[in-house]
């Protein structure tokens, strides 16, 4: 996944002895009884969709949550339960824990009348088991089992949800696209289930196989079952619907299945000035982290952010001012998380005044010799350094490093549609190179003039040919053939390429095309090798790596070109099947990832997947920029400064994108994410700044964050903006990006 994404949608627990043994945000005053939700947590539930259910099921209105591990199930928990949660993770081990008394629990629970909501493993734990006798400790609830297809990778699909879903839990008919990470991919058995009656709401709308080895397909596999079990009810999801506040309904509409009730929660805004705080959650909870987790997302005493190890290896410290690691079953794996391969990354955290805080079994695999790691007592130690924390002086803003004295000249499109941001943000900030950015139609006006290299982005190569026009694609094409570089990456790749189907313009500059124009394979994590002159060209030896795809070109052989030499650095080697639709596409395996060489006197690089969109491949995009200059730029992080505003920022023109580098990220009395419609994921953000034309829709969007006490400010700098701006209630317009800073303050 994109960080963009990653960290816009990380939204968002009680001590034994001092904390009360469950927690919910009740509806005082409700006609009905609160609801009982009880919350798996012990070994095999693990990571943030955990945390996820935590956070959903505490802040629920009229319920109370309650944790539970395989202990607490055997001992009667779920005798005062009225539903249970069953989140992702390895539904093995949460068989194991449960036991074989538990299991049975389990199935008398929801065959006597109670609710079984489950996701991914949640699905895995009430399936069938194998015909090879594998997971002989599944439930068999439900007449599925899982089938090859299964635990291939980790991506977002689209799932069909048909009319039965509408009907019996009011989930709307259509397409949702959901996060799948290695769920079953079911067929339902021949032999039904004594007492049970199931009905398949949604299915597989299309596929991922991020191996080069073919597997079945998931297209069209049921994905999500709802089942009358004897009296009570049952439904599962193969996917992680937790994970994104934009598909909620589906978790409201589970709930309206097995309880006949609506459920709903809300999350209270962030409060200007909060710690920022990553929770780590690389492993199974336990009870008492699990209350830990709900005192933090109901209390709202600092802003709470689930982290993992993978979100640490995206960067993620950079946007936190400290992180918890609690005691709990995982504890010991807290290592993997924070050092290992991520240590370099903690210590530059600890360095620029971050805090670790931790204790118990977490604290024996912390590194208490580090400046900055504290190793406490129990959870109410924790708590109260973090405040201490808290009330220390602020730190002095990041000090930017100075320009060389002739720093290499680098240009980016800049249009509303582009992936440019973070290779910006790497050029920026880089002391060797000096950053413009070019409006398309600034090409045929000598823009180009004086740069010694151009960035050609993602969004669509099509779209950027014609913003540019042909007189502009004339300019760049003579700009590389003169002796400039270019720096193509998806939809850039793709322009600088042959036409492969009549009607999509391209600047022909390399004798390789896209291999299958008319389709589009969606986007996901894929993994690619470097070839012998790829290893060569980028000086490394690091062949193999995982980088994201969206949907850019295969590049097959075209036809040659006159003084040009380009050679493929990196093939695909995953297949990656369509992950949007159910239609087949070309092979993707065996095909160039990333062309590099010559076109006249002038240089390219091509990447046809986005390594710039995860920070732990950065390091081809400065490898690349490096063959191109002969210099690769220096990394130089943008820190969260702490007390700093959480501003979100619409990415759309030339003036926003100068407005953003050529201020608000030098400003260390804020810190700024980019945002996109729908505006769905703001708990975090103190405030939103809109760039482009404001509309009643855009701003219908952000009634909840407004109401909340977020703040919207829309730079309004054409009269069309302003007369928009005059109807919507609760923004700020200003005239100008000026008064900006000052809106955001007031």
Not at 177 to 193: D, H, Q
Not at 399 to 409: M, N, Q, S, T, W
Not at 470 to 497: H, I, N, Q, S, T
Not at 712 to 722: F, L, M, N, Q
Request: charged share 25%; proline share 6%; hydrophobic share 40%.
């Amino acid at each position: 996944m994109n960080i963009v994404k990653i960290v816009c949608l990380a939204a968002l627990v009680t001590v034994s002895g001092c904390l009360a043994p469950e927690s919910g945000a009740s509806s005082k005053g409700a006609d009905e009884k609160p609801l009982k939700v009880a919350v798996f947590v012990g070994s095999g539930a693990r990571n943030i969709g955990a945390f996820r259910w935590l956070e959903i099921t505490a802040r629920a209105k009229n319920v109370v949550a309650t944790p539970v591990d395989g202990e607490a199930v055997r001992s009667g928990a779920l005798d005062s339960a009225d539903v249970l949660v069953m989140p992702g993770g390895r539904a093995h081990q949460e068989a194991k824990s449960l036991g074989q008394e538990g299991r049975e629990r389990v199935k008398s629970f929801v065959r006597g009348g109670g609710g079984y909501i489950g996701s991914c493993a949640g699905f895995y734990l009430v399936s069938q088991p194998s015909k090879t006798g594998v997971r002989k400790d599944y439930l068999g609830l439900i007449p599925f089992v899982d089938t090859p297809s299964g635990g291939n990778g980790r991506a977002e699909l689209n799932f069909a949800f048909n009319e039965k879903a509408e009907k019996l839990a009011g989930i709307k008919k259509g397409i949702y696209r959901i996060l799948y990470s290695r769920g079953p991919v079911p067929v339902r058995t021949a032999r039904e289930v004594e007492g049970t009656r199931a009905e398949v709401l949604a299915t597989y709308h299309s596929d991922y196989n991020p191996k080069s080895a073919p597997y079945p397909s998931k297209a069209g596999h049921p994905a999500v079952v709802a089942a009358e079990c004897g009296k009570g009810k049952l439904f599962a999801f193969t996917c992680h619907p937790e994970n994104d506040a934009n598909d909620y309904e589906c978790i409201k509409g589970a709930f309206r299945y097995v309880t006949g009730r609506e459920v709903d929660w809300d999350y209270s805004q962030r409060k200007r000035g909060q710690l920022v705080v990553g929770f780590m959650c690389d492993d199974s909870f336990g009870v008492q982290t699990a209350r830990l987790a709900q005192k933090l997302v109901t209390d709202e005493e600092f802003d709470v952010i689930p982290l993992n190890k993978a979100l640490v290896s995206d960067g993620m410290l950079h946007n936190l001012d400290a992180v918890l690691v609690p005691d709990g079953e995982g504890a010991e794996n807290v290592g993997a998380g924070l050092y290992g391969e991520n240590a370099e990354r903690t210590k530059a955290f600890l360095a620029r005044g971050g805090r670790i805080f931790a204790w118990g079994r977490a604290a024996r695999t912390a590194k208490r010799s580090e400046s900055g790691v504290t190793c406490v007592a129990d959870s109410d130690a924790a708590l109260a350094a973090m405040r201490a924390f808290a009330a220390e002086p602020i730190p002095p803003p990041q000090v930017f490093p100075a320009k060389v004295a002739k720093p290499i000249r680098a240009g980016v499109l800049q249009n509303p549609v582009n992936s440019c941001l973070p290779i910006a943000r790497l050029l920026d900030f880089s002391p060797e190179y000096e950053l413009t950015f070019i409006a398309p139609e600034e090409y045929v006006k000598g823009a180009l003039e004086g740069l010694d290299l151009v960035i050609m982005p993602g969004g669509g190569a099509t779209r950027q040919y014609k913003s540019i026009g042909d007189d502009g694609a004339a300019a760049l094409k003579r700009f590389v053939r003169e002796g400039g570089k270019y720096y193509g990456v998806c939809a850039g790749a793709f322009l600088a390429m042959q036409q492969s189907i009549e009607g999509f313009s391209r600047l022909d500059m390399v004798p390789f095309k896209d291999d299958d124009p008319a389709y589009y394979r969606g986007d996901a994590p894929v993994k690619i090798a470097l070839t012998d002159d790829g290893v060569t060209a980028l000086e490394t030896t690091n062949t193999t790596h995982t980088v994201i795809y969206f949907g850019g070109p295969a590049a097959i052989p075209g036809d040659p070109i006159a003084d040009t030499d380009v050679k493929v650095l990196a093939r695909y080697e995953s297949r990656l099947v369509n992950t949007r639709q159910p239609k087949p596409v070309a092979e993707l395996a065996g095909k160039g990832a990333i062309l590099g060489g010559r076109v006249g006197k002038g240089k390219v690089f091509l990447s046809c997947p986005h390594p710039e969109k995860q920070e732990q491949t950065m390091e081809l995009v400065r490898r690349g920029l490096k063959y191109l200059t002969g210099v690769a730029p220096t990394t130089v992080h943008l820190e969260r400064p702490r007390g700093a505003l959480s501003v979100r920022y619409q990415f759309s023109d030339k003036k926003a994108a100068d407005y953003l580098f050529g201020t608000l990220y030098r400003d260390s009395r804020f810190h700024v994410w980019p945002v996109k419609p729908p505006f769905v994921e703001l708990p975090h953000a103190d405030a939103v700044v809109l760039t482009s034309a404001v509309s009643e829709k855009a701003v219908k969007k952000l009634t909840p964050f407004i109401a909340r006490g977020g703040r919207v400010v829309a730079v309004c700098d054409t009269p069309k903006k302003r007369e928009a701006a005059k109807s919507l209630p609760g923004v700020i317009a200003v005239k100008s990006y000026n008064e900006v800073s000052h809106a955001l303050l007031k």
